[in-house]
């Protein structure tokens, strides 16, 4: 079943839908399966920017619609749900052909089409989560046709990072004094471990966050019911679409380290962190940026953010994406047609 949704017109102050603007959602065939893209901005002309949500399986195009919608007037924002997740997902999908190259091939082609489309050489990438290490890679490969990469949620060392996130579990269940958490994270030990335990210790790390508090509850229904590119009825297929992705792609992208696998980004490069991030360790991603060689580098923190600085300080975000990587992106762009 497919699940198109709506996107509404992008309208100026007198209520009339500004000329060269662009909203428009749909299915396009990538890697031969039908994946669902929203495409919105003010101004087609504009620096194209694909946002990666996180997982592998996690669409995040209602997170990003709610808090980013401001990027709209400076980019033409480019919402995926991958392979696998959200309204892309479909249980016929091959489980084999969920993997890292696959995915990269996948954003290939959607880079290419957005390219083509838009008359622009290159495509600026901000990535979440897993989909920072998936922006990360693509860059790697394909630095033509980047013009900066912006990464929040960094991945970096993924199994040190993870190791991280269990004893942080561990440590904060013992502070809280809750033996049902203690004894359920010491029952599946420290990673490596399967996606069964993993399932173990995310949901553990959501209650200690408070990630499952009534107030949280109600703040995810509020982000959901706030753009119509989302339904609560479709809350049940992008879990199923989560577990099912993780499932297939765990045992690939637990071992990814950015450090040995793209140790240097031909593009520059941008890290938007969460202080308090305990999903992706950010001094894992603070190592790998240290390490990492590229033209420009620039790490900001965010202090009251956790692993969505995006949702956390909103205002702070997207105004370092149009202060700082929009720049970028325009004189990458610039330098591409001189």
């Given at each position: 079943?497919?699940?198109?949704?709506?996107?509404?017109?992008?309208?100026?102050?007198?209520?009339?839908?500004?000329?060269?603007?662009?909203?428009?959602?749909?299915?396009?065939?990538?890697?031969?399966?039908?994946?669902?893209?929203l495409i919105?901005?003010?101004d087609?002309?504009?620096?194209?920017?694909?946002?990666?949500?996180?997982?592998?399986?996690?669409?995040?195009?209602?997170?990003?619609?709610?808090?980013c919608?401001?990027?709209?007037?400076?980019?033409?924002?480019?919402?995926?749900?991958?392979?696998?997740?959200?309204?892309?997902?479909?249980?016929?999908?091959?489980?084999?052909?969920?993997?890292?190259?696959?995915?990269?091939?996948?954003?290939?082609?959607?880079?290419?089409?957005v390219?083509e489309?838009?008359?622009?050489?290159?495509?600026?990438?901000?990535?979440?989560?897993w989909?920072?290490?998936?922006?990360?890679?693509?860059?790697a490969?394909?630095?033509?046709?980047?013009?900066?990469?912006?990464?929040t949620g960094?991945i970096g060392?993924?199994?040190?990072?993870?190791?991280?996130?269990?004893?942080?579990?561990?440590?904060?269940a013992?502070?809280q004094?809750?033996?049902?958490?203690?004894?359920?994270?010491r029952?599946?030990?420290?990673?490596?471990?399967?996606?069964?335990?993993?399932?173990?210790?995310?949901n553990?790390?959501?209650?200690l966050?408070?990630?499952?508090?009534?107030?949280?509850?109600?703040?995810?229904?509020?982000m959901?019911?706030g753009v119509?590119?989302?339904?609560?009825?479709?809350?049940?297929?992008?879990?199923?679409?989560?577990?099912?992705?993780?499932?297939?792609?765990?045992?690939?992208?637990?071992?990814?380290?950015?450090?040995?696998?793209?140790?240097e980004?031909?593009?520059?490069?941008f890290?938007?962190?969460?202080?308090?991030?305990?999903?992706?360790?950010?001094?894992?991603?603070?190592?790998y940026?240290e390490?990492l060689?590229?033209?420009?580098?620039?790490?900001?923190w965010?202090?009251?953010s956790?692993?969505?600085?995006?949702?956390?300080?909103?205002?702070?975000?997207?105004?370092?994406?149009?202060?700082?990587?929009?720049?970028?992106?325009?004189?990458?762009?610039?330098?591409?047609?001189?």
């Amino acid at each position: 079943m497919r699940h198109l949704r709506r996107t509404p017109p992008i309208r100026g102050a007198g209520g009339r839908i500004l000329p060269n603007s662009i909203a428009e959602v749909g299915y396009q065939e990538l890697g031969g399966v039908k994946q669902w893209v929203l495409i919105r901005g003010e101004d087609a002309s504009n620096p194209p920017l694909v946002m990666l949500h996180g997982g592998p399986g996690m669409s995040e195009a209602g997170f990003f619609r709610y808090y980013c919608a401001p990027l709209e007037k400076h980019f033409t924002t480019v919402n995926w749900d991958q392979r696998g997740a959200g309204k892309s997902f479909d249980p016929a999908i091959p489980t084999s052909s969920m993997t890292v190259a696959q995915l990269i091939s996948d954003l290939d082609e959607l880079v290419d089409r957005v390219r083509e489309r838009f008359q622009q050489p290159r495509v600026a990438v901000l990535g979440h989560s897993w989909g920072s290490a998936l922006g990360v890679l693509y860059a790697a490969r394909f630095p033509e046709k980047v013009s900066a990469y912006a990464g929040t949620g960094q991945i970096g060392d993924w199994p040190a990072a993870e190791l991280r996130t269990y004893q942080w579990c561990l440590a904060e269940a013992e502070r809280q004094g809750n033996r049902r958490a203690v004894k359920a994270l010491r029952a599946i030990g420290p990673p490596p471990y399967p996606v069964a335990a993993l399932w173990v210790q995310r949901n553990w790390l959501a209650r200690l966050e408070g990630g499952t508090s009534p107030r949280a509850l109600v703040q995810l229904l509020r982000m959901i019911l706030g753009v119509p590119e989302s339904s609560p009825f479709e809350v049940r297929t992008v879990f199923r679409a989560l577990r099912w992705s993780m499932e297939a792609m765990w045992p690939e992208v637990s071992r990814i380290n950015l450090a040995e696998m793209a140790p240097e980004l031909k593009v520059p490069v941008f890290f938007l962190l969460g202080r308090n991030d305990h999903w992706a360790a950010p001094e894992m991603a603070v190592a790998y940026f240290e390490a990492l060689r590229a033209p420009s580098k620039r790490l900001v923190w965010f202090e009251r953010s956790g692993h969505e600085p995006f949702a956390d300080e909103p205002d702070q975000f997207n105004a370092v994406m149009v202060n700082e990587v929009l720049p970028a992106a325009a004189a990458a762009r610039a330098r591409s047609v001189a």
